[in-house]
């Protein structure tokens, strides 16, 4: 009896252990009852839609790319269904991502980036976000190394980027990344470039970030 009670222990107890590391990357919590009023500042201006329609029309060089970010798992944290693509192809996004924020010490703030495993299940469903409740958190996967750390330089203003070299990235022969990000409330900055392993940059704008103008702060369904 003493060794089946032993047996059904350690049972137990590894089924416990995979149960908790079931998707370490990422950690899905209660919302803090105590607000943090800079992070709720920071959530609530990332979210909209956006486009750089005004810049394309300026500057020949940068195109007219849409951007749709809406709050998702509301009650669980400050999590954000990102959505990029070409404006008159929104139906064929080139980036879906989910962003997670917090505040990552006193002064300043992390967005963790995820991407989602099947994601053209999940194009246009910006204009629905409750419909993500259904989507499981196994079906993230985070880009370590490639969160933006953010620090609020004003009223309405948040400014951040990558670190040094932490982002990898294969595309177009790069070997890594880097994010510069300038949000206020009419619009967010957004200068993303590739660099191979010499240092020279082989993708992304190369006079200064896109320039998404908000033009809607409300999703169709809530």
């Not at 917090?102 to 980036?113: H, N």
């Not at 750390?149 to 990898?168: A, M, W």
């Not at 470039?193 to 999703?219: C, M, T």
Request: with cysteine; hydrophobic share 35%; proline share 3%.
């Amino acid at each position: 009896m003493h060794r089946v009670l032993i047996i059904l222990l350690v049972f137990l107890m590894f089924s416990c252990q995979n149960s908790k590391n079931k998707n370490p990357e990422i950690s899905i919590t209660e919302k803090p009852e105590k607000i943090d009023a800079e992070l709720e500042e920071l959530f609530n201006l990332m979210q909209g839609s956006f486009n750089s329609e005004k810049q394309s029309i300026t500057d020949s060089t940068y195109f007219n790319i849409s951007l749709h970010m809406y709050p998702v798992w509301e009650e669980k944290g400050y999590f954000l269904y990102v959505e990029q693509a070409m404006f008159a192809q929104q139906d064929k996004p080139y980036r879906q991502r989910i962003y997670k924020l917090k505040r990552l010490d006193e002064t300043s703030f992390t967005s963790s980036i995820y991407t989602i495993l099947n994601d053209s299940l999940w194009v246009g469903k910006w204009k629905s976000p409750k419909g993500f409740d259904s989507l499981e958190f196994e079906d993230l996967s985070l880009r370590n190394g490639c969160d933006v750390i953010l620090v609020k330089s004003g009223e309405n203003h948040f400014k951040g980027r990558t670190r040094e070299y932490s982002c990898e990235s294969t595309l177009r022969g790069a070997s890594y990344a880097t994010s510069e990000v300038v949000i206020t409330a009419d619009k967010i900055i957004s200068w993303d470039r590739g660099f191979d392993p010499e240092g020279h940059q082989v993708w992304g704008a190369e006079l200064g970030g896109y320039i998404f103008n908000k033009i809607s702060h409300q999703n169709v369904d809530n």
